[in-house]
């Protein structure tokens, strides 16, 4: 097999290798990791039922937990071979900001029956006070409770602003990067300053993920090739295409578009 590439002064690297396959279980777990993570960044935007079998056939095979897929650890060991049951009463204490009431608190006492036909035993068992202990939940504690997920709020026109101030940013950033004219280091402010916005509406971030997927992905790659000295116009070809859909993806969100929330995943991450 042959091996070429580019290095950091821009002279060209070939070498022939024999392949040879590695005893390390390690390089096949990270390969997978990696391959999976690009099929969840393709599941994110397309839905695909093709990337979706690949992500569940992959984590099977390697082992690697996803968002499709659990793994469950079963015991046969049996500990309890008498099947019997037990009753472990646990005090704990009362949860943070709640208050109770006073309650009676009763000892059940057991009572020798009379020989013969008398009363069988019975218990006497402490009785709750008239008026039921209420416990009373702390109003902000409630208030939270019963608010909407963060992910069904709509964007407020300032976070829009924001996000947009921010992609355009970007856009330029990469524009003239991509004409030998820009920096790594302003790319780099620029694609930490999108992400930082993004991460301050969740109703847009969970709306782009095309956009969040080129941000950790293929921006990472051309800033590093920039401050490596080995970037070319072939890279930044190679990402255009990416970059159109995920600006044309946010530009729909931010100019009002009905792109559906995010799931839990998509919340979550």
């Given at each position: ?12 690297f ?52 996803t ?5 469950v ?31 009676a608190?009763?000892?059940g ?5 009379p020989?013969?036909g008398?009363?069988?035993?019975t ?45 355009e ?7 003239e ?5 820009g920096?790594p ?20 971030a969970?709306?782009v993920?095309?956009?969040q ?24 070809a ?14 729909a ?17």
């Amino acid at each position: 097999m042959r091996v070429t590439g580019r290095r950091a002064d821009g002279s060209r690297f070939e070498q022939d290798v024999e392949p040879r396959e590695a005893p390390l279980a390690a390089i096949d777990h990270l390969w997978a990791r990696a391959r999976i993570a690009d099929l969840e960044d393709e599941f994110r935007a397309s839905h695909s039922d093709a990337a979706r079998r690949q992500i569940v056939e992959l984590s099977i095979r390697h082992t690697v937990l996803t968002r499709l897929t659990a793994f469950v650890v079963v015991d046969d060991q049996v500990v309890n071979v008498q099947r019997t049951r037990r009753t472990v009463v646990q005090p704990v204490e009362m949860p943070a900001e709640w208050q109770m009431g006073p309650m009676a608190s009763g000892v059940g006492k057991w009572f020798n029956a009379p020989t013969g036909g008398g009363p069988q035993p019975t218990r006497a068992m402490g009785r709750m006070p008239a008026v039921k202990a209420q416990a009373s939940v702390p109003l902000r504690l409630m208030e939270q409770l019963t608010r909407r997920p963060a992910v069904d709020d709509p964007a407020t026109p300032a976070e829009r602003e924001q996000v947009t101030r921010a992609l355009e940013g970007f856009l330029r950033a990469f524009t003239e990067c991509r004409d030998g004219g820009g920096s790594p280091d302003a790319l780099e402010r620029a694609r930490r300053e999108l992400l930082r916005a993004l991460g301050e509406t969740l109703a847009i971030a969970t709306a782009v993920p095309r956009l969040q997927a080129f941000l950790r992905g293929a921006a990472v790659e051309m800033v590093t090739a920039l401050a490596a000295g080995a970037a070319s116009p072939a890279l930044f070809a190679r990402h255009a295409r990416a970059l159109q859909q995920a600006r044309d993806e946010a530009r729909a969100v931010l100019g009002g578009g009905s792109a559906p929330a995010g799931s839990f995943w998509e919340s979550s991450i």
